[in-house]
Nanobody
Framework: QVQLVESGGGLVQAGDSLRLSCVAS????????MGWFRQAPGREREFVCA????????RYADSVKGRFTISRDNAKNTMYLQMNNLKPEDTAAYYC??????????????????WGQGTQVTVSS
């Protein structure tokens, strides 16, 4: 079993930056593909980005490319999401997720095995 805990959300203005963290329990963190998803009010949860177990491969939704950067530190069992040039449309609850598949960066939320409780990001205009 893996437990994921997100932190770092908050209220910011358009153009600001935030860094989210996701800390995982368990010794198998380094073998998981990790991802970030988000869910805005009234909308379905959507893929944001994912990172391979080694950190060597990443994948981003078009809406965040060039603004968001995903990274991980396996020694600390922690994944990060650096969000720059935030926009009001980035307002959502952000969730980290772990996928036990090895070496595949998947975008479908149903394929992820473990989820955190989420952290709220609100961007004012």
């Amino acid at each position: 079993q893996v437990q994921l805990v997100e932190s770092g959300g908050g209220l910011v203005q358009a153009g600001d930056s935030l860094r989210l963290s996701c800390v995982a329990s368990g010794r198998t963190f380094s073998s998981f593909t990790m991802g970030w998803f988000r869910q805005a009010p009234g909308r379905e949860r959507e893929f944001v980005c994912a990172i391979a177990w080694s950190g060597g491969s990443t994948r981003y939704a078009d809406s965040v490319k060039g603004r968001f950067t995903i990274s991980r530190d396996n020694a600390k069992n922690t994944m990060y999401l650096q969000m720059n040039n935030l926009k009001p449309e980035d307002t959502a609850a952000y969730y980290c997720a772990a996928d036990r598949s090895f070496g595949v960066l998947r975008t479908a939320e149903k394929l992820y095995d473990y989820w955190g409780q989420g952290t709220q990001v609100t961007v004012s205009s």
